[in-house]
Each structure stands twice: as structure tokens, then as C-alpha cells.
């Protein structure tokens, strides 16, 4: 049984809640953080991401090397919430990594999580559905950051489209 989970949706459409609550009941987690508090404001998101967890999971904050922390922890979780994939492809984006990069990450952190006994939730942002971006920098991110997509929500057994708090299946068993 696949138990890699994708969770996508906007800004503000629940996605994060909705891991939290595919989370629920399970004793052991590890909530994987790609987020930096660079500005205050960020850092305000953050400790409100913080607080809403339960005090008894692990945090780490990984902002780049996804793959790395997920063979550093081992089998000692039994689910594992990385939020989020667009965050860890802007870290990546404005450290200077390329497409190329930056998807050869991906599909190793993939490697990795498919030999995960825990349950795996990745949230992401589903960037393609605005405008199109009127820089080569943003357009870069949205079109690495679909990608990233794509290539998760293949290998997942889940996929949420989460849109005002709702959650829609879109992969997996009804």
C-alpha cells in the first residue's frame, strides 16, 4: 500500500489543516518544516504553523535537504508531514540551484520516502492556476514548482485539491 499522501490548493485553502488532520491519531510524528523566518511577518506565519500542532510531534526545520533529514530519521515515525514543497523550491530557486538540480532533489527525496514505513504527507501549492508570471524569476518558480508536482503526485496513492478549507480527492481509493 502506497502511503505517500499529496495535499495542493492555494494560499489560505486549508491544506496545512488538512495534513493536521489526516495526522490525527497517529502517536509518533515528525513534522518536517521548509519554511525560514526571514522577515517578521514570515516569522509570525511560523509561529502560527507552530502553535497549531500538537506538542507531543517532532519538529525539524529543513529548508533544503529533504532527502538527507528523511534517511537521517529513519523508521522512528510512524507519519511524517513535510510542509511545504513550494517553500523547499524557492529555498532551492534563490540558493542557485537549477531545474535540473532542484528535480534530481525531488526525485531523490522520492527514493527515499517510497522506503518510508510511515505514512507521508507533502503539501504544496498549486501555483498554475493565476496569471502568468511577468518575470523570468517567478516564472521559473511556478513552472519548477508544477513540476515538483507532478512528480510527487505520481508516486503518491493520495492527492488532495484542498479549495476553501474543503478537501477534494482527486488520487486514490473513494
Known amino acids: 500500500m502506497n502511503k505517500i499522501i499529496l495535499i495542493l490548493g492555494g494560499a489560505r485553502s486549508g491544506k496545512s489543516a488538512q495534513a493536521l488532520s489526516l495526522a ?10 521548509t519554511g525560514q523566518g526571514l522577515d ?24 533544503k535537504e529533504l532527502a538527507d533529514l528523511m ?11 513535510i510542509d511545504c514543497l513550494t517553500l523547499l523550491v524557492s529555498n532551492l530557486i534563490l540558493s542557485g540551484k537549477s531545474q535540473e538540480q532542484i528535480l534530481k532533489k525531488i526525485e531523490d527525496l522520492v527514493v527515499v520516502l517510497k522506503k518510508k514505513k510511515a505514512k507521508v504527507i507533502l503539501v ?31 508516486e503518491a496513492g493520495e492527492v488532495y485539491f484542498t479549495i476553501s478549507g474543503l478537501p477534494l480527492k482527486i488520487k486514490g481509493e473513494k
Open 124 to 154: 504544496s501549492n498549486e501555483v498554475g492556476l493565476g496569471i502568468v508570471p511577468d518575470n523570468k524569476l517567478g516564472r521559473a518558480f511556478r513552472d519548477i514548482a508544477g513540476r515538483v508536482n507532478q512528480t510527487i503526485a505520481k
Open 24 to 33: 490525527k491519531g497517529k502517536k509518533k510524528v515528525a513534522f518536517i518544516a
Open 40 to 63: 517578521k511577518e514570515m516569522r509570525e506565519r511560523i509561529l502560527k504553523h507552530q502553535a497549531s500542532r500538537p506538542k507531543n510531534w517532532k519538529t525539524f526545520e529543513e529548508p
Open 71 to 81: 534517511t537521517k530519521i529513519g523508521d522512528s515515525f510512524d507519519c511524517i508531514i
